[in-house]
């Protein structure tokens, strides 16, 4: 347990990768952790689409836009792209809106379920769904909703402190910094500002 609260707090958005694939049936698995997530009454609208296949990964690839704050110094390098994408689907005819908690927990199962296996992930909201839809055939009743892009890592992130800004950045030896903000200043005991347990 305590090896897998550390991991959780160890994760970081990962960019940059190593070239080397995961195995079938870990995607396979990873998008089972999605399915076995909270559903909001327990509808389960999501489905998900599995990109591991080398031609259709540098198809995909441009469709995604990373690190909007330090673009293009986010851009995975070439040669550092994931190896494998899980795109998740919503089923429209299943529910239209309200969804997103259900995209969440999802995602966040899959994106810790990968970690146990030592595979890191970036998951993206800003991703040209049109082109897309038309490279996957992904049909109309479907709505993308995001990307969650996988592959081993080959970069190290470290967190800050937030100092007034939430955006990231990378320093000279391009080790990208992520400023989250303090324990004490989201935390609040019993009564709305009370920042100790009386
Ligand atoms: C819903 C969601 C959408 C995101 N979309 C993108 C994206 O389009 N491109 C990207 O590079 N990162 C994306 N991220 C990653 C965030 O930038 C990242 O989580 C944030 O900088 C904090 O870093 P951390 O994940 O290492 O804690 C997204 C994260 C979330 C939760």
């Not at 239209?96 to 908690?101: I, P, R, T």
């Amino acid at each position: 347990m305590e090896n897998f609260l550390e991991l959780i707090s160890k994760r970081r958005t990962i960019r940059q990768f190593r070239a080397q694939t995961i195995p079938e049936n870990i995607l396979v698995k990873l998008v089972d952790l999605g399915r076995l997530a909270p559903s909001a009454a327990n509808l389960q609208p999501l489905e998900f689409l599995v990109v591991s296949d080398p031609e259709t990964r540098k198809e995909v690839f441009p469709c995604l836009r990373w690190a909007a704050y330090i673009n293009p110094a986010g851009d995975p390098k070439p040669g550092q792209e994931p190896t494998a994408y899980i795109i998740i689907l919503v089923n429209t005819e299943i529910r239209e809106k309200g969804y997103e908690y259900d995209v969440g927990a999802a995602a966040e199962n899959i994106i810790l379920g990968a970690l146990t296996q030592g595979i890191a992930s970036c998951w993206l909201i800003s991703v040209n769904r049109d082109r897309l839809r038309e490279i996957l055939s992904i049909p109309e009743k479907y709505r993308i909703d995001s990307v969650i892009a996988l592959g081993y890592p080959a970069e190290n992130p470290v967190v800050e402190d937030f100092s007034g800004s939430v955006k990231y950045w990378k320093d000279e030896a391009g080790v990208l910094h992520v400023p989250k903000r303090k324990l004490e200043d989201v935390i609040h005991f019993n009564r709305f500002g009370q920042k100790q347990r009386k």
